[in-house]
């Protein structure tokens, strides 16, 4: 890949962003083809407007070049710039040193096609070559352009200094401005880099935390809920239902893949639903599928569709009066679809009342809470459909694709700065200043050359602000026409279109700058505008200082940049939507596999915490094993409930050291044969390490004791915290109060309750200080 | 007879509420059961004075829905979840549930929960007391010291005849106080028209006054 060789080539920095690489690729491209053209137009037009010194073996030779930047095109798109870019610097001083046969010496030529074609193969390679390459590149082709020209027309007009000096400031202005894009595509790595970083962590929470609940709800609903009533004793013997029920409880908790990636099969999961209604006792249902085989979904998406669905079947056991229905899923790029189609009695839904429970309501409720929709097609006699449909997660990627074009779009604009004003300072100034007599009111031209000098820096301001010009970029382009207007007429016409004419071409840069952000064709055509209202003033005078070929080779050295720049400015647009894109995907992709990992190594924590106990004993009771109505059996069952409630209590993304504590203690008792149930409500504040010991040592000196049930809970309110014990044991040792701890007991039978309250602003503190509670402590 | 019906997708949880009511005294007759909210619409579910409803939690989340169109028809429907968070809890107090009651609490309140359902009295077990105690939401009723003070007491013990030796008061007291309470809460947010019934009663009897409310 031409990306990868780039950066061998560039070699600085090995781990490139993808956006960074997209620039290089599409600039590579971009750059190659661009030479092509101006190459081939400025030499084709010579060739048809101009004799050379030698025609035959000028054509040989425009033909040659042209067929050259062909292959050399092809072979630096394949990636091979060590080979290709040595042979291209000698073929193009080669080209420059045969100067003698294929250009004229003409004062009134402007430029020479072979100066447009070395000057367009050197500002490319600012896009092709790093630093040291493009300096090694360009030294050599001026120097032979210079040489060439020497033996074509020695000491005549052809030989001049300055063109060689302005062609490497050229290509330094060129490289400037590719380092300026570089370095924003650089820089919205870095911002996307970020971006995705704190997205994938939270996708990864998020997805963790949705599996959490749905594990623990299905958990809460299953076999903590078969142990609590088994402990309570209302099943007084084996029963079948119950090592069914027990069954299916250990199947929730090895429940390990099932959700992998956070995905279900939705055609499996309604067959699962479906199958109590279709084996149904008294009125089985025959239900025919038309489905594909598999169909992975969300999780979530995937059990509403389904429950919904077996909403619907149950509707159509009770109302529909037939024996057959179809279940038919599709899936577009949008969303999922299941109907549920019968063709049983129907109904009128325009005659169910509003206010009724309904089916209707039911299913369409449901369904929007996954921003779905349910829809029911019946009527008497003709059968009953029922449309489910839930949308599909469509990527977003505007956000990033924004990013990216405003990344570059700011290198862009602040690299067209620095060109405009070197070009207006450095280039046109000095022609202002050397060509006094070429004008006709000097005064003016200055000021037209101020206008120019202004409306850029106005762009440069709003550019290093970062600001968009808005309606002010007409009245600056309005500005930058009326200022190449009168610069244009106050040049005598003798000198129009050469270098002194030095509005000619130069006050497109302002408009490059203003126009930037413009479609390429609107763009475009500001900038043809502007041009063409030069030539007509010229051509309007009759007299000029050009040729029409200088001022096609003239123009065209010129006005390639400028659109080149338009076309950058577009290429980074699409850029910048492409990359997003690009990166979004990679960014998927790693995020499920993240998921995946975590999901699996959480679900394989959770299945160890309960593998020790939970797991034999409904093992026991699945296969009878074990006989619910024994007493040891029920106490084994409510404690094994009450620990596994503790365990789904627990919020592993938020550490909470005073409920950790407490569980501690909980474990312990449990092991001597106490049932604790434990409950909590409230917010607590962060409590420093002398407070909870203080708060949990009541319970530690109660269960160390304790004999059969123990009440244990939490309460906070706003900075006050209890803790509340109440159990049959000893009485409890005398603890004296402090650090904002007050500690209260109540004899009541043979249960003692005993309260701990830690209240920040009162109680007496150790040591006899002012009562500030924990803060001194802390 | 008190009739009940039972919505929870769990057959034992199922069996144990019919083991209990079948020894309650004054019985109570659980007249259908079953998975499906459905069985609480159809005869003989439809007339059943009390309806008992697990929030069947899943990853569609709890069954607001259910609740809400249950308790709009007037059905007096005691929540009886696994689920014991404050959230939860009073969301489906403000819908207009008669009571909110956790699994865990079943062996010893559900019985009492469904015979005051049935004669339309305020009945507020532990676990709601302590999400009543520990409410910091916006628009929560304003409580006096005591009740908050009752509230989490409540919460914390066993009995009420703890809670008023704790606090000095007559087991009358701590009752009406948290009966008061539950007025107060029935009295905000959502307008249900269990919520309203609640209400009257109170005022008629003399628990609470209008200026409390």
């Given at each position: 890949m031409p990306a990868a060789s780039q950066a061998d080539v560039d070699?600085?920095?090995?781990?490139?962003g993808a956006v960074e690489q997209s620039l290089i690729r599409e600039g590579l491209r971009y750059a190659l083809a661009l030479r092509l053209i101006v190459v081939a137009l400025s030499s084709t037009a010579s060739l048809l407007l101009t004799e050379a010194p030698r025609q035959g073996t000028t054509v040989a030779i425009v033909v040659g070049l042209n067929g050259w930047n062909l292959c050399y095109r092809r072979g630096m798109l394949r990636g091979l710039p060590r080979r290709w870019v040595p042979a291209d610097v000698a073929v193009m001083c080669a080209l420059c040193l045969t100067q003698l046969w294929t250009v004229r010496s003409d004062p009134?030529?402007?430029?020479t096609w072979v100066l447009v074609a070395m000057a367009i193969t050197l500002v490319t390679y600012a896009w092709q070559l790093p630093g040291p390459a493009l300096a090694a590149a360009t030294a050599p082709i001026i120097a032979a352009h210079y040489l060439g020209t020497m033996i074509a027309d020695?000491?005549?007009?052809?030989?001049?200094e300055t063109v060689e000096v302005w062609t490497a400031a050229e290509v330094a202005l060129s490289w400037a401005l590719y380092r300026f894009v570089r370095r924003s595509a650089r820089a919205a790595d870095r911002i996307v880099e970020r971006g995705k970083e704190m997205r994938h962590a939270a996708a990864v929470a998020a997805a963790r935390r949705a599996d959490e609940r749905e594990y623990l709800a299905a958990l809460h609903d299953t076999a903590s809920a078969t142990l609590l009533m088994i402990g309570n004793g209302v099943v007084r013997q084996r029963e079948p239902w119950l090592g069914e029920q027990a069954r299916r409880d250990l199947r929730e908790i090895g429940r390990?893949?099932?959700?992998?990636?956070?995905?279900?099969?939705l055609i499996e999961l309604l067959r699962e639903v479906s199958r109590p209604i279709t084996a149904g006792g008294h009125s089985p249902l025959r239900v025919s599928w038309r489905t594909p085989d598999s169909l992975a979904l969300p999780a979530i998406d995937a059990v509403s569709l389904s429950r919904a669905a077996r909403e619907a079947l149950t509707n159509v056991v009770r109302h529909?009066?037939?024996?057959h229905a179809e279940i038919r899923v599709r899936r577009d790029a949008a969303a999922v679809t299941v109907e549920v189609v019968d063709e049983g009695s129907g109904f009128d839904?325009?005659?169910?009342?509003?206010g009724r429970y309904g089916v209707t309501r039911s299913l369409r409720e449901r369904m929007a809470r996954r921003g779905g929709t349910a829809h029911i097609v019946s009527s008497p006699g003709l059968g009953t459909t029922v449309t489910l449909s839930c949308p599909l997660p469509v990527p977003d990627v505007a956000g990033d694709e924004r990013l990216i074009g405003a990344s570059f779009q700011r290198g862009l604009r602040r690299a067209v700065v620095v060109v405009t004003l070197a070009i207006l300072l450095f280039l046109d100034l000095p022609h202002l200043l050397a060509g006094q007599?070429?004008?006709?009111h000097v005064g003016v031209q200055y000021a037209a050359w101020a206008g120019l000098l202004v409306a850029t820096l106005v762009a440069a301001v709003a550019a290093w602000r970062d600001r968009p010009l808005g309606t002010a970029r007409w009245w600056l382009l309005a500005l930058v026409l009326a200022c190449s207007v009168v610069a244009t007429v106050t040049v005598r016409p003798e000198y129009?279109?050469?270098?002194?004419?030095?509005?000619?071409?130069?006050?497109g840069w302002p408009i490059v700058l203003i126009m930037l952000d413009s479609r390429v064709a609107v763009f475009a055509a500001v900038l043809a505008a502007q041009y063409l209202l030069t030539f007509a003033q010229a051509a309007a005078e009759?007299?000029?200082?050009?040729s029409i070929a200088g001022v096609v080779n003239a123009t065209w050295l010129v006005l390639a940049f400028q659109l080149a720049i338009a076309m950058i400015a577009a290429v980074l647009r699409g850029l910048a939507a492409s990359s997003a894109r690009v990166l979004r995907a990679a960014e998927q992709v790693r995020t499920a596999e993240e998921v995946a990992r975590q999901l699996h190594r959480d679900r394989e924590r959770r299945y160890a915490d309960l593998a020790a106990t939970t797991v034999p004993l409904l093992e026991g009771l699945a296969d009878g094993r074990?006989?619910?109505?024994a007493a040891s059996v029920r106490l084994e069952c409510a404690a094994e409930a009450a620990r596994m409630r503790r365990l789904l209590a627990q919020d592993t993304t938020a550490p909470d050291p005073l409920a950790q504590e407490l569980r501690a203690c909980i474990e312990l008792a449990e092991r001597n044969g106490v049932s604790v149930s434990f409950a909590e409500y409230g917010a607590r504040p962060e409590l420093p390490p002398p407070v909870r010991r203080r708060l949990t040592e009541p319970a530690i000196a109660a269960f160390a004791t304790a004999r059969g049930k123990a009440r244990l809970t939490v309460a906070g309110t706003g900075d006050a915290v209890t803790v509340s014990v109440i159990a049959t044991c000893s009485a409890p040792p005398e603890l004296p109060d402090g650090d904002g701890v007050h500690r209260s007991t109540m004899l009541d039978g043979d249960r003692w309750w005993i309260q701990a309250v830690f209240s920040p602003v009162s109680g007496p503190v150790k040591?006899?200080?002012?009562?500030?509670?924990?803060r001194e402590t802390a | 007879m008190i009739s009940m019906v039972v919505v929870d997708d769990h057959p034992v949880v199922i069996a144990g509420v019919r083991a209990w009511c079948a020894l309650a005294d004054p019985p109570i007759q659980v007249v259908a059961w079953g998975a499906d909210v459905s069985v609480a619409w159809l005869a003989p579910g439809a007339e059943a004075d009390v309806v008992v409803l697990d929030?069947?939690?899943?990853v569609c989340g709890p069954a607001y829905g259910d609740l809400k169109r249950l308790v709009d028809a007037g059905r007096q429907v005691i929540v009886y979840s696994m689920r014991a968070d404050k959230e939860t809890v009073l969301n489906c107090l403000d819908i207009g549930a008669f009571t909110y009651l956790t699994k865990t609490e079943g062996e010893d309140h559900l019985v009492a929960a469904i015979t005051a359902a049935a004669s339309d009295m305020p009945y507020t077990p532990p676990a709601l007391s302590g999400a009543f105690g520990t409410d910091d939401r916006l628009h929560r009723p304003r409580l006096s010291p005591r009740e908050t003070e009752v509230l989490l007491e409540w919460f914390h013990s066993e009995s009420k005849e703890m809670v008023a030796r704790r606090l000095h008061l007559t087991v009358h007291r701590v009752s009406s106080c948290l009966e008061r309470v539950r007025v107060k809460y029935a009295n905000v947010g959502r307008a249900a028209p269990t919520k309203a019934a609640l209400v009257a009663r109170a005022l008629q009897d003399g628990l609470i006054t209008t200026d409390e409310l």
């Open positions: 070699g600085r920095r090995p781990p490139m009134r030529g402007g430029g020695p000491g005549g007009w052809l030989v001049n390990s893949d099932a959700a992998q990636r956070g995905e279900l099969d529909a009066g037939v024996d839904p325009a005659r169910v009342a509003p007599e070429a004008y006709t129009r279109l050469g270098p002194t004419h030095w509005s000619e071409g130069d006050a009759g007299q000029a200082a050009l074990l006989d619910p109505g040591g006899g200080g002012e009562a500030v509670g924990w | 929030l069947q939690l899943d």
